[in-house]
């Protein structure tokens, strides 16, 4: 054999150190959980340290049962359950969205502080919408800008009649629920098998900055603004005009900023039918949103208690992020920390997202003006990071028509591994202290620390069970 060939049968070959990096990471983060257990005592310091460290240990957890246990049995049972799954797609798609609201409800208290009308669990900008949703009245009462053009989901709460605390959770609720469908829904119509729209739903259902911090700060927008954003986007590659223009117009006074779903609008009607009088027409049916805008503003239902400019506080953002490398490097970790593995899926399959934005140009713009808007339109980059869920359905749809004899036992371990990465299996705490340390760009030393910490693990988690994959495939 000669000297390349001997070397390329030796690469090809399992190899016994990524389990022995694995086993290894495991024992020595373990060995530092016990250690702050065993000093636990209840305070922030510690509670961040344990959830921190108890993130790095699962997540090691996981890729020592990939690389260490043989799953030639286990794999069979799983390609069984997988078929099951495709041909009971409803049931399991319920189950899925069931059990994970169950798992986030049961790992996630509402926060204690931001007081307000009915005590502590506010939070900073729940304490306006709280207000408005307690004092509803049109065109009365003054609020300040930009919460105050925010109505849609104070309004529904107040007209409820629930408590605020109960209204806001069941809105996020239904809201949850809506989005899920509207994923799965989005994900079929890119052409995903049933079983690929299922796991594109549950990568949605677990994001931290989704489900588990509506129920952690339950009294905010994002819940409700969520499923309008998935309701235009279906609305719009399904063609329905009319609620295409419904949804953005109740979105205008929830979450504004999805008024960059008109040039996505245009840009896949105008793709798909390239006809002068087709596209005039469907730059007429912009003029409706964008007059529900402009009358918002002229009129708003709770007038603001001192001038907004957009501009200016775009402006302002443009110029820290440009000027600052700490809130340089925050976005860039607020992307990790918010999304996780889907990051990290991105970058494994590259060729897959290139190729699906050059031929969908429409989601090439999403991509761009999402990312652009999660630097420039204020501080809150990993819930931001959030409006990227909808472009990872679509990327999945698309790969998973590929995916020929798909390696169950190792699907298994991703999904597991999203669950930890998200703390969808983590404890919280309703501090302040701890929840400015779920934040890449608002945690403070000690916090961002653990961020990283959370982040290097999954990265290098992922990479032994990659090269691990790749070796097994080839020897």
Not at 125 to 133: A, C, E, F, V
Not at 221 to 242: E, I, N, W
Not at 354 to 383: K, M, N, Q
Not at 468 to 474: K, L, N, S, V
């Amino acid at each position: 054999m000669r000297g390349w060939e001997r070397i390329r049968a030796l690469a090809g070959r399992p190899s016994r150190l990524p389990p022995l990096l694995s086993v290894g990471a495991l024992l020595a983060a373990s060995v530092q959980l016990v250690r702050v257990a065993r000093s636990y005592d209840g305070t922030p310091p510690y509670q961040i340290a344990l959830t921190g460290w108890l993130v790095v240990v699962l997540t090691f957890v996981i890729s020592t049962s990939y690389l260490c246990v043989r799953a030639d049995r286990l794999e069979s049972m799983l390609r069984v359950l997988a078929l099951f799954i495709a041909r009971h797609t409803l049931p399991a798609l319920v189950v899925v969205c069931v059990a994970v609201y169950a798992i986030a409800r049961l790992t996630t208290p509402r926060i204690l502080f931001g007081e307000g009308a009915q005590g502590l669990g506010y939070d900073h900008d729940g304490r306006y919408y709280g207000w408005m949703t307690d004092h509803f009245a049109w065109f009365q009462q003054p609020v300040l800008a930009p919460y105050c053009f925010r109505w849609l989901a104070p309004l529904l709460v107040h007209a409820s009649g629930l408590s605020i605390f109960t209204g806001y959770h069941v809105l996020n609720g239904v809201s949850y629920l809506v989005s899920c469908a509207l994923v799965y829904k989005l994900a079929r119509r890119y052409g995903a098998p049933p079983g690929a729209a299922l796991l594109a739903t549950y990568g949605f259902t677990a994001l931290k900055f989704g489900l588990k911090l509506w129920l952690y700060c339950p009294i905010q927008t994002d819940g409700l603004g969520t499923a309008l954003m998935f309701g235009v986007l279906y609305a719009v590659v399904t063609s329905r005009h009319s609620l295409y223009v419904l949804l953005l117009a109740a979105a205008i006074f929830d979450r504004e900023n999805l008024l960059i779903l008109i040039p996505f609008h245009m840009i896949y009607h105008v793709r798909q039918n390239r006809r002068w009088g087709y596209a005039a027409t469907m730059l007429a049916l912009q003029a409706i949103p964008v007059a529900v805008y402009g009358w918002s503003r002229w009129q708003p239902v709770f007038p603001p208690t001192a001038s907004y400019s957009a501009v200016a506080i775009l402006d302002s953002w443009i110029y820290t992020f440009l000027t600052l490398p700490a809130r340089q490097g925050a976005v860039l970790m607020g992307y990790l920390n918010s999304l996780g593995l889907i990051v990290l899926m991105a970058y494994l399959g590259r060729r897959t997202l290139l190729h699906f934005l050059t031929a969908c140009p429409e989601w090439a713009y999403y991509l761009g003006i999402s990312v652009l808007l999660s630097i420039v339109g204020g501080a809150d980059v990993d819930r931001f990071a959030v409006w990227l869920a909808p472009l990872a359905v679509c990327v999945v749809a698309r790969a998973s028509q590929a995916w020929s004899q798909p390696n169950h036992w190792q699907w298994l371990h991703w999904i597991a591994l999203h669950a930890v990465s998200m703390h969808l299996l983590i404890p919280w705490f309703p501090s302040e202290a701890f929840f400015m340390t779920r934040w890449a760009v608002h945690s403070p030393p000690d916090g961002y620390r653990w961020i990283t910490w959370g982040a290097l693990s999954l990265v290098f988690a992922a990479v032994l069970i990659r090269t691990h994959t790749r070796r097994a495939i080839t020897s």
